[in-house]
C-alpha cells in the first residue's frame, strides 16, 4: 500500500453505510454482463439497490468482487446474504440482525443458529465452494473465510464471556448513546426535500441511539435487551467502536416520503425504510441464479495490485501484505482465478479517496478497468469530508493538474467535466454546504476515456496512444510532484494555508501520498502511454534535473533515498548514485550485495506507549523510519508494521528471517516490528556505529504541537545502532520485475483513403500545465491524394465528432481521430508536399468551450445491440415511486430544486439573450417539469408539450408526461414519458387522432439551435429507460449514426423501440391510438457542476521553465518565442541549448 502508515488511535466501524444506495449499473448496456469491483464495498447496500434496480425480465449475469479492509463488514453481509436466500427467517429479524444494537432473545438465537450453520460447514475454501452457499457466494482467499469464520465464532461466544467483559462493553455502547447527537447522514437521504425530513430523522436518529432500536413499542424496547454481537466486534477487536453517525435509515431512500406532502412521524420513516429493505432483499433471493458475490478481506489498493499481478502474470500470491499491520500474504483462491474476473468493466472506490487520496485510487484501479478506451468501462469515486475553504473546489485540486491534462496521463476524465452537466444531482448538498449545517460535502464522480463518448472515436481499431515531448512531460511530471510533497516544507504550509490555518494544522495529519505513491503513479503514466525506454530514459533526466535545481523544497533531499529506492524497486528508473556497493560493515559477510535492502527493526512494544496514552486527542499520527549519522539524515516512508517477533533464518553470507504474528495484535505484548526499503549504498557511508535505525513520528505541524514535548525534535520513537543483531535485521531485497512496454501496433489490413496516421503528438503550454494542441500527422500514399496532393490540391478539414477530424484531398476523405473532445474550428494544417504529409493540429476542447462535446452534447455509445447514453445514468422507471402532484406543498421544493440546474454563468446567458444549447435545453426542461407538476401555471397540470420552432412556427416533436416520478438515487426527479417524433409521412397517417390532442398541447417555443439539441438528446432519452432489444435491422446500424438526423420534420429515433413499454399512453384514451408511434423517454433535470464553473488560473502562478521558482523578482519570457518562462537570466542561460531548436520552430510558425 503505497500510502502512509498510519499509527490508528481511534477507529471507526461503519457496520451501516452513511450514504444512500445507488446502482452500480447505471452506466452500462441492460444487456452487458456485469463484471464489478467494490473497493470499500462497506454494507451490501450497493449490491442490493443495483440487482433491485434491474428490469424483472434481465438474464444478463451479475458478477461482485466486494472488498473491505474490515473483515467484520463482510462477516455481516454474508450473514445476510444467506439469511436472505435460505427464507427459514422472516424479515423483521434479519432487519434486527443487520440494523439493531439490541435484539430480544429469539433473535440472538436465530442469529446464533445461522453463524453456527456456517461454521459447520467446514475451514476450507473446498468446503465452503462444496456448500449450498458456494455457486453464488464466493470467498478470495483463505484468509478471508479464516477472519469471517473467526467474527462468526465470536458472534456465538459472546453472550458466553465473563460477566465483567461484557459489562465492559455494553457501558462503552452506553455511554456513547449519552453523548448522540444527529449529524443530518439520515436527512441527505431525502435529497431535494432535505429539509421537509431534518427534524423527523433527528428524533429517529436520537430514539435509535437511546434504545439501540428502531422499535417504538415500549415493550418490543424492553424485550430487546441482549447486545447484539455483530457490531460488537471489528478490525479493532471488541468493544464499542461503531460510528457515532451510524444511522440506520441512512442506506435507503426517503425522498418520496417527505417529498409528499403528508405528515411524516418517526414510525411512518421505519416503516417505509423496512419496506424498501424487504424489496432488496426479495429482488436479491430471486436473482440467485444470475448473480455471483466474492469477497475479499483486504487493503484495497492491495487487492488491485493483486489482481492486476494475476492478470499479467498468472501468479496466485505476488508477496502482497493484505494489509497494512498484517503480515498474511494476498493468495487468490486457487480454485476460482482462472475462471473469476480481475479485469472490469464497473469500478466502485466508495469514498475511498477520503481515506488514501484520489490519486492513489486512481492508480490502484485504471489498470483494472476493462478496455478503458471503450464505451463500456466505468469508475466511481466519491467524496464526503473536505480540509480547505471551499468544498466545491477541493475535487479540482485533488488532482494535482489539470483536470484535461491529467485525463490525456490516465486516459480517464470525469464525464461531468467533459459534458459540462451531470444528470446526478448533489444541489441539497450545496444548499446544506453552504448554509453551514452540515460538516461534509457528498460528491459522487463517474469516470470514463475521454474519447469513450465519440461513437465513432471509439468505434473499429483504437489508435496508438499520444506522443509527448520528453522534457515537456518532465516538467508536468515534476510539477506534479512539487505539489504533492510541497506541504512537507513549513515555508510552503504557511503560505499555502495562510488563509485557512486552523483548518489547515487540524488536518495536517491527513497526508495521503508518500514517494512511492509517486513512483506507481510513474508507472502507470509510462505504462499508458506506451513510452520506449529511450525516450523514458529523456523524461526522467529531465525530471531529476529540475528536482535538484529546486531549492524551493528544503525537506525534499531528505527523501531523495527514499524515491531513489522505489524508482528502482519497480522498474521506473535507475539514478546513478545507486550502485554496487562494497562488502563492507554490515555486508562484510555477505556473499553479493544487491542493490536495495529491506531494513527491519524491532521497535520495543513500550516506545509506543506515549502515543497510546493520548491516542483520544492525537489523531492519527504518520510513522515513518530514519537512517541518521553524524552528517547524514534520511526518511523513508514506505514503511510496513506489524505486531510479532523477528526470528534470524540462513546464514551471515546469505541472511534471511521470519516473522511470527502476535495473535492478540494491539492488545498483545510483542514488539512492533517495522520494515522499509533503502539503498544498501547508503548504510556504508559512514561508519556503522555511526549509523542509526530510527522509527519516528513524521513532523507536521499538528505532530509538533503535540508530540516534541514528549519525544524531542526528532519525534523518534525508537533507534539502534545499525550493528545492533537483536533490534536491527538487513535483508536482500531484489526489485520487482521491469515493465516491458508493448510496442502498440495498428492494424496492419487497415484500408486508408488517403494514408497511415502517426501517432498524435500532444503539445502544452509554456507552463507545461495545459494541452495547447494535439498534432495528427497523416502520411500521404494513396495513389490519387498523392497526385492531388502534390500538384498543388489544398486539402480541406471539417470536425465530424467531438474526437475526429475529416481530412479530403483530391476527392479522398479520412477520417483523423484525437485521444479527447477537440476544438476543430481553431484547426491548422502543416502541409508537406514534398515529404508528402499532412499534419491536422487542434486545441482539445473544454466544459463550454466550441467544438468538443458541444458537437453531439448527449452521445449514444456501445454496439447495435448493446447501447446506453454515456453521460447520462440509466434508469428502471417501474422500480421508481411517482410524485403526486396533487398535493401543494410540492411547488416550492420542486421549484427551488429546478432552479438549481443552473449555474450564475447560464442564468447570465439566459439574462442576456444568448442562444446556448444546452441552457435553453435546461430551460425548456424546466418548463416541462413546473407546467406538468403544477409548480407553476396555477391549477391547470399539462401532460401533452410540442416544441414549437420559432421561426417557422412549425412542431415536429410531442412529448406525453404520463408520470413524474422520485430519481431516489440520484436525487432528483424524472418524467416518465413518451416522445411523438413528427414527419410529413406520419402527420398523414395519424391526422384525425392528433387533430384531437391539440387543444391539450402546450406549446413550447424554441430556436433552431435548440430543436438540433433536443434531437440529440432524444435517442439518450430513450436508451436511459430502454426495456426491450435493438434489432438486427436497427436504423442506427443500417445508417451508422446517433442520432439519424438533427434536421427538422425527420425522426432521429430509430425504429426499434416504437410501440414498445407505451402502458402509460394505452391508459389514456386521447394518446393511445398514438401509442404504436411512439417511444418511452425518461427525461431528468441536468445540473451545472460545482466545481466548473470557475475555469482560468492566475498568470502570475507562473514558474521558472528551468528550476520551477517564482520570479526574481518577476518571471520574464523568452524575447524570440514569447513562450517560455523564466525566474532569471542565468536559468534562461542554462536552458539555451535546448530550447534554440525549439524557439526557431516556433518562431517560424508564428
Given at each position: ?1147 517560424v510558425k508564428v
Amino acid at each position: 500500500m503505497a500510502h502512509p502508515l498510519v499509527f490508528q488511535g481511534k477507529y471507526f466501524f461503519y457496520p451501516i453505510g452513511n450514504t444512500s444506495a445507488v446502482s452500480l449499473l447505471r452506466d452500462i448496456a441492460p444487456e452487458e454482463p456485469a463484471n464489478l469491483l467494490l473497493l470499500g464495498c462497506g454494507d451490501p447496500r450497493n449490491v442490493l439497490y443495483s440487482i433491485f434496480s434491474e428490469h424483472s425480465h434481465s438474464e444478463r449475469p451479475l458478477d461482485f468482487t466486494c472488498c473491505d479492509i474490515d473483515p467484520a463488514i463482510l462477516a455481516r453481509n454474508v450473514l445476510l446474504y444467506t439469511l436472505v436466500a435460505d427464507n427459514q427467517v422472516s424479515q423483521d429479524v434479519i432487519w434486527n440482525i443487520m440494523f439493531h444494537f439490541y435484539v430480544d432473545k429469539s433473535t440472538l438465537s436465530q442469529l446464533a443458529a445461522q453463524c453456527k450453520k456456517l461454521l459447520d460447514i467446514g475451514e476450507t475454501l473446498k468446503a465452503w465452494d462444496a456448500s449450498a452457499y458456494g455457486p453464488f457466494l464466493k470467498m478470495g482467499t483463505q484468509y478471508t473465510l479464516d477472519e469471517l469464520r473467526r467474527h462468526w465464532a465470536l458472534y456465538n461466544s459472546y453472550h458466553d464471556l465473563p460477566v465483567e467483559r461484557r459489562n465492559a462493553v455494553r457501558n462503552a455502547f452506553s455511554e456513547k448513546s449519552r453523548t448522540a447527537k444527529d449529524l443530518g447522514i439520515g436527512a441527505r437521504s431525502a435529497g431535494p426535500v432535505i429539509d421537509k425530513a431534518t427534524k423527523v430523522c433527528e428524533e429517529q436518529f436520537l430514539a435509535y441511539w437511546k434504545t439501540g432500536t428502531t422499535f417504538s413499542k415500549t415493550k418490543d424496547i424492553a424485550t430487546a435487551s441482549f447486545l447484539n454481537p455483530t457490531f460488537v466486534y471489528s478490525l479493532i477487536g471488541e468493544g464499542c467502536n461503531v460510528h457515532y453517525g451510524t444511522d440506520p435509515v441512512a442506506p435507503f431512500h426517503l425522498a418520496a416520503l417527505f417529498g409528499s406532502g403528508i405528515r411524516v412521524s418517526v414510525t411512518d420513516l421505519v416503516k417505509i425504510v423496512k419496506a424498501e429493505f424487504s424489496d432488496w432483499c426479495s429482488a436479491f433471493r430471486t436473482s440467485r441464479g444470475r448473480t455471483v458475490l466474492r469477497f475479499f478481506a483486504s487493503e484495497a489498493t492491495a487487492l488491485c495490485k493483486a489482481l492486476g499481478g494475476f492478470d499479467a502474470t498468472g501468479a496466485l500470491n505476488l508477496g502482497i501484505f493484505v494489509a497494512p499491520w498484517k503480515t498474511q500474504f494476498l493468495q487468490l483462491n486457487p480454485a476460482e482465478y482462472g475462471i473469476a474476473p480481475s479485469t472490469f468493466n464497473v469500478i466502485d472506490s466508495s469514498n475511498l479517496s477520503d481515506h488514501i487520496g484520489l490519486l492513489n485510487v486512481l492508480i490502484a484501479t485504471v489498470p483494472l478497468l476493462r478496455s478503458p478506451a471503450s464505451c463500456g468501462s466505468v469508475l466511481y469515486t466519491e467524496s464526503l469530508t473536505y480540509h480547505g475553504k471551499d468544498a466545491t473546489k477541493e475535487f479540482a485540486e485533488s488532482l494535482y493538474a489539470d483536470i484535461h491534462t491529467a485525463g490525456a496521463l490516465l486516459n480517464l476524465a470525469p464525464t461531468d467535466y467533459v459534458g459540462g452537466f451531470s444528470s446526478r444531482s448533489n444541489t441539497h448538498e450545496l444548499i446544506a454546504y453552504m448554509a453551514g449545517r452540515q460538516n461534509q460535502f457528498h460528491q459522487t464522480t463517474t469516470w470514463k476515456a475521454p474519447a469513450s463518448g465519440d461513437r465513432l472515436a471509439s468505434s473499429g481499431d483504437q489508435p496508438l496512444p499520444p506522443v509527448w515531448d520528453a522534457r515537456q512531460l518532465g516538467t508536468l511530471l515534476y510539477d506534479i510532484y512539487h505539489q504533492l510533497f510541497e506541504q512537507e516544507d513549513s515555508h510552503h504550509f504557511w503560505r499555502l494555508n495562510q488563509n485557512n490555518v486552523i483548518n489547515a494544522v487540524a488536518a495536517s495529519n491527513i497526508v495521503h501520498y508518500i514517494r512511492e505513491s509517486f513512483v506507481l503513479f510513474l508507472k502507470l503514466v509510462r505504462k499508458n502511454l506506451q513510452i520506449p525506454n529511450h525516450l523514458w530514459l529523456d523524461v526522467m533526466q529531465r525530471f531529476i534535473n529540475l528536482k535538484e535545481a529546486d531549492k524551493s523544497l528544503p525537506m525534499d533531499s531528505v527523501n531523495y533515498q527514499d524515491l531513489a529506492a522505489h524508482l528502482h524497486l519497480h522498474g521506473v528508473h535507475t539514478i546513478p548514485f545507486l550502485h554496487i556497493t562494497e562488502k563492507t560493515g554490515p555486508f562484510a559477510s555477505w556473499d553479493t550485495v544487491p542493490l536495495l535492502v529491506r531494513v527491519i527493526l524491532v521497535v520495543p512494544r513500550e516506545k509506543f506507549a506515549v502515543l497510546e496514552s493520548i491516542s483520544e486527542t492525537l489523531g492519527t499520527p504518520i510513522l515513518q523510519c530514519d537512517t541518521r549519522g553524524k552528517w547524514s539524515h534520511n526518511q523513508f516512508t514506505a514503511v510496513h508494521a506489524a505486531f510479532g517477533t523477528v526470528i534470524r533464518m540462513g546464514t551471515k553470507s546469505r541472511p534471511r528471517a521470519i516473522f511470527k504474528e502476535d495473535p492478540e495484535g494491539r492488545k498483545g505484548s510483542s514488539p512492533i516490528v517495522v520494515s522499509f526499503i533503502m539503498s544498501a549504498g547508503l548504510l556504508t557511508l559512514e561508519r556503522p556505529e555511526d549509523t542509526r535505525i530510527c522509527c519516528s513520528v513524521r513532523s507536521t505541524p499538528a505532530s509538533v504541537m503535540t508530540l516534541v514535548k514528549r519525544l524531542g525534535i526528532e519525534q523518534s520513537l525508537f533507534s539502534a545502532n545499525l550493528m545492533d543483531a537483536d533490534h536491527v535485521h538487513i535483508l536482500p531485497q531484489d526489485p520487482f520485475p521491469s515493465p516491458k512496454p508493448v510496442a502498440a501496433q495498428g492494424n496492419p489490413n487497415q484500408i486508408f483513403e488517403i494514408g497511415r496516421l502517426e501517432p498524435v503528438v500532444v503539445e502544452l503550454d509554456e507552463e507545461c500545465e495545459l494541452i495547447s494542441s494535439l498534432t495528427s500527422m497523416v502520411l500521404v500514399e494513396n495513389t490519387e491524394a498523392k497526385h492531388a496532393f502534390g500538384t498543388g490540391a489544398m486539402p480541406e478539414v471539417s470536425q465530424l465528432s467531438p474526437c475526429v477530424m475529416r481530412l479530403t484531398v483530391g476527392g479522398r476523405s479520412q477520417n483523423v481521430v484525437y485521444p479527447m473532445p477537440i476544438n476543430g474550428m481553431q484547426n491548422k494544417l502543416r502541409l508537406a508536399r514534398k515529404s508528402l504529409y499532412i499534419e491536422v493540429i487542434v486545441p482539445p476542447s473544454g466544459p463550454f468551450k466550441a467544438g468538443g462535446m458541444k458537437v453531439n452534447p448527449f452521445p449514444v455509445v456501445g454496439t447495435h445491440t448493446s447501447l446506453h447514453p454515456w453521460n447520462i445514468h440509466r434508469l428502471n422507471l417501474s422500480s421508481l415511486p411517482i410524485l403526486n402532484v396533487k398535493t401543494p406543498v410540492q411547488k416550492k421544493w420542486v421549484n427551488l430544486h429546478l432552479g438549481s440546474m443552473m449555474s450564475a454563468r447560464e442564468y447570465a446567458l439566459r439574462k442576456a439573450h444568448e442562444d446556448d444549447a444546452l441552457m435553453r435545453v435546461k430551460e425548456t426542461i424546466n418548463t416541462i417539469f413546473v407546467r406538468s407538476s403544477g409548480a407553476q401555471g396555477g391549477d391547470k397540470i399539462q401532460r401533452v408539450f410540442n416544441l414549437v420552432e420559432t421561426e417557422s412556427k412549425n412542431c415536429d416533436t410531442v412529448l406525453f408526461v404520463s408520470d413524474l416520478k422520485f430519481d431516489l438515487s440520484s436525487h432528483t426527479i424524472v418524467c416518465d414519458g413518451y416522445v411523438l417524433p413528427l414527419t410529413k409521412s406520419l402527420l398523414l397517417k395519424i391526422e384525425v387522432q392528433f387533430r384531437k390532442l391539440i387543444p391539450a398541447m402546450y406549446g413550447i417555443p424554441v430556436s433552431k439551435v435548440e430543436i438540433a439539441a433536443w434531437k440529440r438528446l432524444m435517442p439518450t432519452l430513450v436508451e436511459r429507460c430502454r426495456s426491450w432489444k435493438h434489432t438486427d435491422t436497427c436504423e442506427y446500424v443500417v445508417q451508422g449514426k446517433i442520432p439519424l438526423t438533427d434536421e427538422m420534420e425527420r425522426d432521429p429515433l430509430c425504429s426499434c423501440g416504437k410501440g414498445k413499454d407505451v402502458d402509460g399512453m394505452l391508459k389514456v384514451p386521447e394518446w393511445s391510438k398514438l401509442a404504436p408511434f411512439a417511444v418511452r423517454i425518461a427525461f431528468s433535470p441536468l445540473f451545472a457542476v460545482s466545481y466548473l464553473e470557475k475555469v482560468g488560473r492566475d498568470p502570475a502562478a507562473g514558474r521558472c521553465f528551468v528550476c520551477r521558482g517564482k520570479g526574481k523578482p518577476k518571471m520574464m519570457k523568452c524575447t524570440a518565442c514569447g513562450k517560455v518562462r523564466y525566474c532569471s537570466r542565468e536559468c534562461q542561460s542554462k536552458d539555451w541549448k535546448a530550447h534554440k531548436p525549439k524557439c526557431k520552430q516556433a518562431v517560424v510558425k508564428v
